[in-house]
């Protein structure tokens, strides 16, 4: 009889054993893609019946001082582009990019003078006063002005919003979260003059949407604490379906309420300090501790920002312990 239990729970086991397995998620990996099943062969790669509007392109690279060096597909999608050496008092990096490390330029020129090569193109699109913007060439660029270079080697490419593709692209030094965020609102500012689109169509240029309304404080106060910040926000952001201009209006009166939330949380900080306390994190402690998505929810980032705000003005230093601030660093 203890036997015949002993197999029905261990049927049973086996059972639920088997329904868990059978109720976990998948894990969605990436189909293997066949070797060599997508693209052009070298040979098609080639010049063979270059389209008019890559000539005319050719044509306003040599004339603007440049020299092509070759016309050709990409290997993958098969857009038509060139290579070209182009004046380099005629490149300049798009104006709504992250600004220029000193460090990393100084580094580039070191490395770059010493190697006495140039090895990597840049990317650049030709703009109708026949300069050479480039998303992701700043410090290449500029290492190479810094060595007193006459020109420099770039991938010219005819598809001019390729330009607005900047976070993407850019790949010769990571973006912190500033960059990143000062980056894609300049982005944002420069497509709304152009454009009556809404901000939901520039996913991919701008990759989250909390970026826009960090790089909105940020522009207006430098030191911006976005990193305190961007946790709280980024669970509430979304895209807005309004066009750029109005979206804009609109994270602008969110990012004066950040702000104002950040002088209030400037003043607590402050106060624990001067009650013995001393951490690195006491802004990150603060912040979390005003967090209203702790135990509750919001609609959108302004009704968070409301109650992030209301909890801040309660928020009471006297019930602060040294420990409280040691469990959150």
């Known amino acids: 009889m203890a036997k015949a239990k002993s197999a029905s729970k261990k049927s049973a086991s086996k059972k639920t054993a088997a329904k868990k397995t059978t109720g976990k998620k998948r894990s969605s990996r990436r189909k293997k893609v066949e070797a060599a099943s997508r693209g052009l062969t070298p040979k098609e790669v080639g010049p063979d019946k270059v389209p008019a509007a890559l000539e005319s392109l050719a044509g306003a690279v040599e004339s603007d001082g440049g020299k092509v060096l070759a016309k050709y597909r990409d290997p993958l999608g098969g857009s038509w582009q060139l290579m070209a050496a182009l004046p380099l008092d005629r490149v300049e990096p798009t104006p709504f990019q992250r600004d220029l490390s000193d460090s990393h330029a100084k580094r580039m020129t070191s490395v770059i003078g010493e190697l006495d090569r140039y090895l990597d193109p840049i990317l650049t699109v030709r703009t109708e006063e026949g300069k050479y913007w480039t998303p992701n060439g700043l410090h290449r660029s500029t290492a190479m002005k810094n060595l007193g270079a006459k020109s420099i080697v770039a991938l010219v490419v005819p598809e001019f919003d390729l330009v607005y593709k900047i976070l993407a692209l850019n790949t010769e030094r990571a973006h912190n979260l500033k960059e990143k965020a000062l980056e894609v609102v300049r982005m944002a500012r420069a497509l709304a003059d152009l454009t009556p689109q809404p901000e939901t169509d520039f996913s991919l240029e701008f990759e989250e949407p909390q970026f826009l309304t960090l790089g909105i404080c940020y522009e207006q106060r430098s030191r911006f604490a976005g990193s305190a910040y961007g946790p709280v926000i980024k669970k509430v952001e979304r895209f807005l379906d309004e066009s ?18 950040d002088e209030v949380v400037a003043e607590l900080v402050k106060g624990l300090k001067e009650r013995g306390f001393d951490s690195p994190y006491l802004k990150n402690f603060v912040v979390a501790r005003i967090n209203p998505l702790r135990f509750g929810k919001a609609a959108d980032v302004g009704e968070a920002l409301e109650k992030m705000a209301a909890k801040a003005e309660k928020f009471d230093l006297g019930k602060i312990k040294e420990s409280d601030v040691s469990r959150a660093g």
């Open 244 to 261: 750029l201009a109005d979206a804009l209006k609109t994270r602008e009166a969110w990012a004066t309420q950040l702000l104002a939330i």
